[in-house]
Structure formats: C-alpha cells, structure tokens
C-alpha cells in the first residue's frame, strides 16, 4: 500500500520525521544566519574584488537556504498529514476546534497579563519547531489573542504527543504562580471540561520537565561603536555537557527582528539583566539549572569591575551581578581576530588541559600549574614593579612551561598601555585563564587566594570547580556588610577564563570575519 493510502502512519516513522525536521530546522536557522552576516559583509565591502567574492559566496548560501527551506515544507506538510493522528473522537484533518469552547477560553485569558500568555505560547511552541523562518511571530503580535487562535487552532494545531496545543496553552497558563488563583481555577476547570468531552488524554505538562541540573550560559558580546557606544549580541545555550555534542544556540533578542541592542557603558548591566530575564524563560521546562553569565569584551575593558554592578533580585532589592550568578569575563578579540590565530593558540593550550584533567587532578595539584605575578621566587618578589617587568618574557616562559593560569596578587598597571600588553601577553601565550585582584592593599590577600585552591581532595573535573569556588568567594564578600565588603578578595577578584568550544555563532571561524569588533 502506498504511504499515502495508509490511514495511520506507525509511530516510529513519525518519529524519524521529527528528528528529521529538527535536524533540517536547525541547518535553516545555522544557513539563515550567515546569508544574514554575508550580506551585511557585503554591503559594507569597499573593495571591489572582495565584494565580488562576497557575493558570489551569498549567491551559493542562499541557494542552500532555499533548499532547505523546500525540504523543510516537504516534511512539515509530511508531520501535517492526517494519516500521522489517531483519536479515538478527534480526526485532526476535518477536526475544527468548537468555537463555544475557543470563546470561553478568551474571556478567561484576556484577563492575564499578555507577557505571561507570550511566554506560555513560546513555551508551547519550543518542542514543535525550531525558530525558522519567521515561525514565531513577533513578540508584540503575540499579545494580540486573534494570533494565538491563528498559531493554535490553524498553524500548529497539535504538539509532538498529538495533544491540541491550544490545551497545552492554557495548561501551561494554569501554572504560572503570577496569575490570579481565580483565573488559574477558571483555566483547569476549561481544560477539564474540553479534555472530557473530546476524550483527550492529556499529560501533565509538569511530566515533561527535563530532568537533572543543566549547565546554562548566557553569552553576551561587546562590541564598541566609539563615542562610549557599544552594540550587545547575546545567545543562550541551554546545556552545555559536552564539547561533542554540539548544543543549541538560541538567539536573545530585546526588540524583536534587531539582533544587536544598542546602549552606552553605564547601560550595559540593564540590558545583560533583560537578556538573563528572556534566559529564565527559556530555562523553565528544566527542573534546576545554573546559569552562568559569560561577557565578552574588547581590550581595553577586560579589568572593569561589571561584577560589582547591581541587578534586581525582587522585593525592590538589588544585589551585584556576582553575587547572583557565576560571572565569567570572555576576551573578544582572542576568538574574533587574527584570522582566527588567537584561537588556534587557545586550542592547542585547552588540549594540554583537558589531557592534565584527565588525569584526576586535585585543585590543589591544578595550582601547581598556574604561574604566579609577581613571581614567587623571593627575590624577584620584592623587586617586582610593572615598570621594569618584561611582559615579552612572561609571555614566552608561560609557553615555554604550558601554564594553565595566571594569578596576580598584585595591583594590575595603572598605566593603561601597559594594562593593555598583560592581556595581550595573556592572549598571545595561550593561557585560557587569568585571576587578579583590583586592589592588593586588602587583609589576608594571600590566604583568601589560597581559598579558591584550598580543598586538597576535591577533584577537578572541569574548570566548573574552579569557577564554582571562586563565586563562593564573591558571594562571601557580599555578604558583608557595605563598609567591610572592601576588605575581602572576592569584591575586587577579576576573573578571564576562555572556553574555546564555547563561543557565540556568531564568533564561529565562518562567521568571525564578518563581525569583528566596530563593524
């Protein structure tokens, strides 16, 4: 019998249509994004033959998008099918959604707030399909509640467990605390009511939480447009586990249809706070997560103290960035510039590394790699000035021995030319990590240092460990009170650690030429 003629099709070959448009959907989006970058690049152009070459090569892209984009619709019209939906009282292709209960539904959610009804749909929306081609309308459309009707009852009519995605909506909507307890009663009542008369079984949307505790990271760029301008691009990965397993990045947008959010230096606390709000909301079908906040700035910015700037927390509180989250400072221009090169070098220097955690080492034993300014060699100790110190050196011996770290117990130069050379001796070098400390005139420098590498058993596994104690110690000094906040290493511990498989799509190696820092 031919696959049309058959009235249902078996489970399993629904499945692999559905892995098959998840893997067709995220070569769009990947595709999308750099017909996007190649004609930006290509506009910009000046030179003549490099422009030619750019449009050629966004002539080839967008041939493939469009191929995709046909397989696309092939294998969405395939998971459309009536023939993939069994019910015992539903046929979903003459199945029309009785207006009685569509019409009791609106006077129940036209009372909620739109922003939690946007995020109850995009909630819904995730497990269906990928954000391609304009799937999602835009985030002002979805308050209108004539464009949820569209997406539940025309465009998207049923999940990936064959339920009405319209009571999946409105289940979704009943576990949201910031609703009125009436309308959340009002809602179970209506999914009750229409599960029952339609024969719906229908699982609790609580089931399909993602078990465990992800690893999320919020990476945000900096990229400087001159006059204390700055363009921020953020994405989140959900869960990162494994640098194989290629996770998936979604692209953070604070106005919906511009990927870049422009603001000055002051403004850049709110909007990584806006970016991290959109990230809670991504992150809510998991049960527990951690999120870390990864930034990635230019030179010239890499010791400011963004750390210790303030974000809500509720109950009309602030507390410092650092102090809610493990913050991480990311070097632009080690994954942006040089072709490259700079991050070919931390490559090869995360191989070491990665062979030296293999190994089972304590954090204590991981310390031992880490190179210390100014050196601890007595002598050079208390002779040691950044005037005189020759950074060139530094940066061949942390070759030479394959450091893994840098440590300054020291002030950093005041000087910004020579602030300037140590992170670039620390980018030239390799060396994917760096801790200092803003001030060194503070009680028990030492000690407190000693602290992040203190536990003489505890095995690092990753660079998780390591990032873990130190936001123990910022959290430590926060809790002090105002004036005593100063006297601890963890309110002026600045912290560099660069992961070189965990880097924005839009840094990737095909894209970084397109997107260096200023365009």
Request: glycine fraction near 2%.
């Amino acid at each position: 019998m031919a696959e049309s003629d058959n009235p249902v099709q078996p489970q399993s070959q629904r499945e692999r249509w559905q892995k098959e448009r998840d893997s067709l959907a995220e070569a769009y989006e990947l595709q999308r994004k750099k017909v996007a970058e190649l004609r930006k690049a290509s506009v910009i152009e000046t030179d003549v033959s490099r422009k030619f070459q750019y449009e050629q090569n966004l002539q080839s892209a967008e041939s493939e998008l469009k191929k995709l984009d046909d397989d696309l619709n092939s294998i969405e019209q395939k998971l459309n099918s009536p023939s993939i939906y069994n019910y015992t009282n539903i046929s979903p292709p003459g199945f029309i959604f009785p207006d009685k209960y569509w019409e009791t539904l609106v006077d129940i959610i036209s009372q909620i707030d739109p922003d939690i009804r946007t995020q109850a749909c995009n909630s819904t929306l995730k497990d269906i399909t990928q954000d391609v081609r304009g799937s999602y309308p835009k985030i002002e459309e979805l308050k209108k509640i004539s464009i949820l009707k569209k997406i539940f009852l025309k465009d998207y009519p049923f999940n990936n467990k064959d339920i009405p995605t319209i009571i999946e909506f409105a289940q979704r909507l009943s576990k949201y605390e910031e609703v009125d307890k009436s309308y959340r009663y009002e809602l179970k009542e209506w999914i009750e009511c229409v599960t029952r008369e339609l024969n719906i079984e229908l699982p609790n949307c609580d089931e399909s939480k993602l078990a465990g505790t992800a690893q999320s990271y919020l990476l945000i760029i900096v990229i400087p447009q001159g006059n204390d301008k700055f363009n921020l691009k953020s994405e989140l990965i959900c869960n990162f586990t494994n640098i194989n397993d290629s996770p998936k990045h979604i692209n953070l947008e604070l106005e919906s249809g511009i990927s870049a959010s422009k603001c000055s230096w002051n403004e850049i606390i709110d909007k990584i706070y806006s970016f991290i709000k959109i990230s809670r909301n991504h992150l809510r079908d998991y049960e527990d997560y951690n999120l870390t906040i990864e930034l990635f700035l230019p030179l010239p910015y890499l010791d400011k103290s963004i750390d210790l700037e303030e974000i809500p927390i509720g109950f009309g509180e602030k507390r410092a960035i650092a102090n809610e989250y493990q913050f991480v400072i990311r070097s632009l221009e080690r994954i942006s510039e040089q072709d490259g090169h700079y991050l070919s070098l931390l490559h090869r220097r995360w191989k070491i590394l990665t062979q030296f955690l293999d190994k089972k080492p304590t954090l204590k034993n991981f310390y031992e790699k880490i190179e210390q300014i100014p050196p601890k060699e007595k002598s050079c100790y208390s002779n040691f000035t950044w005037e005189t110190c020759n950074l060139k050196e530094f940066e061949n011996n942390w070759d030479i021995k394959k450091s893994l770290g840098i440590q300054v117990t020291c002030d950093l130069p005041i000087d910004k030319e020579a602030k300037r050379k140590f992170f670039i001796a620390l980018i030239r070098s390799g060396v994917p990590m760096s801790l200092w400390t803003r001030c060194s005139a503070i009680p028990n420098l030492e000690t407190e240092f000693n602290e992040i590498f203190i536990d003489e058993t505890e095995i690092i596994a990753d660079l998780n460990n390591l990032c873990e104690s130190i936001w123990k110690l910022r959290r430590k000094a926060h809790a002090k009170q105002d004036e005593d906040k100063q006297n601890y290493l963890g309110y002026h511990l600045g912290f560099i650690c660069d992961h070189p498989y965990r880097i924005p799509f839009s840094l990737t190696n095909e894209n970084q030429r397109l997107l260096e820092p200023g365009q």
